[in-house]
């Protein structure tokens, strides 16, 4: 079972037939030779492609006939402008943002069924369902060894500061979000921060000075 944009692939006749192969991406880099160097020197960063989720459909269609299961299925991969929540049953204690990489042939078997090959291009990140839960704790352990972006939720007037990177909230505020991901708050002209914080692997401490807080620490993995 597939749910994407917050619609359960079943629910519109649309069955996934096998387990789908999974794509682990790489770190972006690119190999350099150094005269009189042994090896290539590798330039790397922090970031990971894109990669491509595909599934393997059949759409289920006696009652209705397939022109009735094929538009409900393009209507349901088609709408969303930009990413939408991906999952599957394969994996239930992730998610990811993805879009519709591109468009399909369905086979039409009698106008009753029909099957396809539906691809998505995710975002590499597989978000823990776990690290999706808001926390006001002042210690919080990263449990992959990939750094997280959190999302801050904060009240009043002061500063955050996560492992040194301080972000300062200049008036006061409610509720007021800070994205370290985006790297954006509510309101920009509301804070001053030169190093968003981010949740390094293990423990990670939180400093706050005239705040009160949440957060949304969003652990991911690949």
Known sequence: MIEFNGINSNSIGVIVERIPNRYVPTRRFAPAAVAGRNGDVLLTDESFPN???EYEVYLSAESVGLPSVARAC????CAPVGYARLTDSYDTTVFREAYLESGFNIENALNKFGRASISFSC???KYLL???VATDALTVTNPTPFTARPLLIVSGVGSISINGRTVQVLESVSDFRIDCETMNAQDNS???CTDFPV???GEN???LDGLTYQMIPR???L
Do not use: D, F, R
């Not at 393009?74 to 991969?77: R, Y």
């Open 199 to 201: 949740l390094e692997a």
């Open 190 to 192: 509301k804070i001053y």
């Open 123 to 125: 975002k590499p990140q």
């Open 130 to 132: 776990s690290g999706q």
């Open 74 to 77: 393009a209507e349901w991969l």
């Open 219 to 221: 652990w991911w993995t």
């Open 51 to 53: 990669v491509s989720q």
């Open 205 to 207: 401490t939180i400093v």
